[in-house]
């Protein structure tokens, strides 16, 4: 299989899965289907972010050569929402390393406070500031904030998301 040309040939559930599965094969394969990732081509880059996704359920081990690209991916302006959706995606899932930290706290506090980000965006990125906040307890009064000032303009995924945090805050609090 060339994945580049099965992403191309077509974009359903079903393709994604099959590309995903093929990626999962071997590390050349899954390298192959990064490759495409970060292909120039928006529409490239934007269905194989779909199938790294899926990939990354099946075997998460595969991605670990490249989590920093992923985190590099997230300030990048010239792609697909769906690259950027599916790196944060990818990322609030991982135990990510902690160089990278400040860049990925950056990264999703920009998306929460710019009133244009998708809401998908916002919400994984909400998620993977309180993964963070465990390490970073100081970045919770700022991620507290940022949800209670939102919370009239925001959608119901990011009040959901949103509401889980200020909840699992007040128990921490409650508790120490």
């Not at 609030?92 to 998708?118: D, Q, S, W, Y």
């Amino acid at each position: 299989m060339h994945i580049r040309e099965e992403i191309l040939a077509e974009h359903s559930k079903a393709q994604s899965m099959k590309i995903a599965a093929f990626a999962c094969s071997s590390p050349k394969n899954f390298k192959e289907l990064m490759h495409c990732f970060q292909d120039p081509e928006y529409r490239v880059a934007q269905r194989a972010a779909w199938s790294v996704c899926h990939a990354v359920q099946l075997k998460p081990e595969m991605i670990q050569p490249y989590i920093s690209m992923l985190v590099d991916q997230l300030d990048r302006s010239d792609v697909h929402p769906a690259v950027i959706r599916n790196s944060i995606r990818i990322l609030e899932e991982l135990e990510i390393p902690e160089a990278l930290h400040g860049k990925v706290m950056n990264a999703c506090f920009r998306f929460i406070e710019t009133p244009a980000t998708p809401v998908a965006i916002k919400a994984f990125s909400l998620t993977t500031l309180h993964h963070l906040s465990r390490l970073y307890p100081d970045i919770r009064h700022e991620l507290k904030l940022l949800i209670e000032d939102n919370w009239e303009h925001e959608t119901a995924a990011f009040r959901s998301r949103g509401r889980k945090i200020l909840k699992d805050y007040s128990a921490f609090k409650s508790s120490s």
